[in-house]
């Protein structure tokens, strides 16, 4: 296990931001299904993007990676995944490595009912607890059996057209899942929301990746999709993934709590992310916020610096990644802050509700725990200390915002599992400047010759 020491205090500069694994997850699977081979210029493999292209070897699809780009070659039709023996044995099937990437497993569920084969997903860590249901009652319904044994999910049969339809307060990835698979089966087939769709813009964010690679699908209402199949993806040669919002966020909300500011480049102000929202929610903290133009025009830029510490009121329901840092900056604001709607972080990497108000308490923060979210009581600042990052890269991250407002330093024990989503966040980190214009490493290293 890793512990990191963060040096307490206000942080500035600039930052190329990573890109988004949501996007890279959807682009990457259209890819292994299209019609050609197609090259993706990746920022920075999280162990996420990973365990997504080793899953997609698996099925069938040829991946070559280099340092920033990765070459997808798709899958031979008709789908014959395994074919070569090497994904497969006879005893277990194809077996897919989806690590504890949530979005792998859900969105490639559905995706290995095409091949009509025995594919067996191999967990870790948490997600082999995580639920399924109702989608895989759903797929049951159309052909496939799923099953749980342990840390193994064994899926069976073959997928079939037909009328789909589930809960919209569940997952929005069962949706994206269904969105990306149901185009290759042979007939049209329909998919319904029940109810209120929660985290939508993930969902939309699907949608544009479809619509990305030629993929036609119709939209009677807005709860509703017609799905003619037999489509084929069709991605250009060559694609740029966009710079990921969720982890822009961590340095976004530094720089509200910065005098001189941060910026953030490789950002898309069109983007469907979701977690684009950040930019409203530092508005509401009082923050002064800048679109900057970039030279090389790979990406916009935004510039945050701090102006004024308001409390906020979050609903994130639609946002429930941004959680944990933002309830970091509202321990810089005097007075009471609210997180509400967000009950289904109790199922991520961690109980993120739990591990978000352990990590305030453990710096010396108020807070009090809500079935669905939190109760903040801002003094302005936190007293520092340690923190267990409960193998939850977002409470890790979050951890250093809140460093910027802390009186002494901050340690982040097993601070490694950022690789989950930004393996370089650490090296970023400490590439800006703490006030006084020296940057987290000389910082660090003069400490250790001070302490000498």
């Known amino acids: 296990m890793m512990n990191k020491e963060i040096i307490c205090g206000q942080r500035s500069g600039r930052i190329r931001i990573p890109s988004s694994k949501s996007a890279a997850h959807r682009m990457l699977i259209c890819a292994a299904f299209g019609a050609s081979p197609c090259v993706a210029e990746v920022e920075g493999f999280s162990k996420d993007i990973l365990a997504t292209l080793a899953c997609l070897e698996a099925l069938g699809a040829g991946v070559e990676r280099e340092e920033h780009t990765v070459r997808i070659t798709p899958v031979r039709r008709p789908f014959c995944a395994g074919a070569d023996g090497s994904a497969s044995d006879k005893d277990s099937g194809i077996l897919l490595h989806p690590g504890e990437s949530g979005s792998t497993l859900r969105f490639l569920l559905p995706v290995t009912g095409i091949t009509g084969k025995r594919a067996v997903f191999l967990t870790e860590g948490r997600l082999g607890s995580r639920p399924l249901a109702p989608l895989d009652r759903v797929l049951h319904e159309h052909g496939m059996k799923i099953t749980r044994e342990g840390e193994r999910v064994i899926c069976e049969g073959r997928l079939t057209q037909g009328k789909y339809s589930l809960p919209g307060n569940v997952s929005s990835q069962y949706f994206s899942a269904l969105l990306m698979t149901l185009p290759l089966l042979e007939g049209e087939s329909t998919l319904s929301v029940e109810g209120e769709l929660e985290s939508a813009p993930y969902v939309a964010l699907t949608e544009e990746a479809l619509r990305r690679a030629g993929i036609r699908i119709e939209k009677p209402d807005e709860r509703s999709w017609r799905i003619p199949g037999g489509q084929i993806p069709r991605l250009p040669e060559r694609i740029r993934l966009e710079g990921d919002w969720s982890n822009a966020a961590f340095f976004l909300c530094m720089g509200a709590l910065s005098e001189e500011g ?155 599992c950022v690789e989950k989503s930004y393996p370089a966040f650490w090296r970023d980190l400490e590439s800006l400047c703490l006030r006084g214009g020296e940057n987290t490493q000389q910082s660090r290293n003069g400490k250790k010759e001070r302490d000498a």
């Open 262 to 416: 941060i910026v953030a480049e490789g950002l898309d102000f069109a983007s469907r992310q979701g977690d684009r929202e950040i930019l409203t929610l530092l508005q509401a903290f009082g923050a002064d916020i800048r679109r900057v133009a970039i030279e090389d025009g790979a990406g916009e830029a935004v510039a945050v610096k701090q102006k004024n510490r308001l409390p906020l009121r979050v609903d994130a329901s639609q946002i429930p990644d941004l959680v944990p840092t933002l309830a970091a900056l509202a321990c810089a604001a005097e007075g009471e802050s609210v997180i509400e709607n967000a009950s289904r972080l109790r199922l991520k990497e961690s109980d993120r509700i739990r591990s978000t108000a352990g990590m305030i308490r453990a710096l010396g923060g108020e807070v009090e725990e809500l079935p669905d979210g939190m109760r903040i009581f801002g003094h302005g600042s936190l007293r520092g200390g340690t923190v267990q990052a409960e193998n939850d890269h977002r409470i890790a991250m979050s951890a250093a915002v809140a460093a910027s407002i802390c009186e002494s330093n901050v340690t982040v024990e097993g601070a490694e």
